[in-house]
């Protein structure tokens, strides 16, 4: 999922992701649907399972500003709730769009970057395994 879509972003506030292991707690993991707004410097408001922005932080991305409060609710449904709460709020509220996005500028641009050389270390690590085993294998066979 690289693709950016474009007039949507154009047209809309921030993300609202669901991830795929929402509901499984002790699995820390994320996906490309967490990434695209990492990356693409966009708000987001994010079904996960709970403690998951803790995760990110170790990572390096900054989530303070992000109006996660949800994040440490352990019931499913509780924190759903309190989602659904949150997009109520913000909803069309300029003024409250335009805080938000001044609030977490900083943390989205920092974020944007983190993925950024997070993606390039992962892809260098990947093909440099990659040519080890290539290396390897034709030294078995050469």
């Given at each position: 999922s690289r693709?950016?879509?474009e007039s949507i972003y154009n047209n809309s506030h921030f993300d609202i992701v669901a991830e795929s292991q929402s509901l499984r707690d002790s699995v820390n993991f994320t996906t490309e649907k967490t990434g695209?707004?990492?990356s693409t410097g966009r708000f987001f408001i994010w079904y996960n399972s709970p403690h998951k922005v803790e995760y990110l932080k170790k990572f390096?991305?900054?989530l303070q500003d992000y109006l996660c409060e949800y994040d440490s609710i352990v019931?499913?449904?509780d924190r759903l709730e309190a989602i659904f709460e949150l997009?109520?709020?913000i909803d069309d509220n300029e003024n409250y769009?335009?805080?938000i996005y001044k609030d977490t500028k900083e943390a989205r641009i920092h974020n944007q970057e983190v993925f950024k050389k997070l993606?390039?270390?992962t892809t260098s690590d990947i093909l440099s395994w990659t040519d080890k085993q290539i290396d390897t294998?034709?030294?078995k066979h050469g």
């Open positions: 693709i950016v879509p695209k707004p990492l390096g991305f900054e019931d499913d449904n997009i109520k709020e769009i335009k805080k993606s390039n270390t294998l034709g030294n």
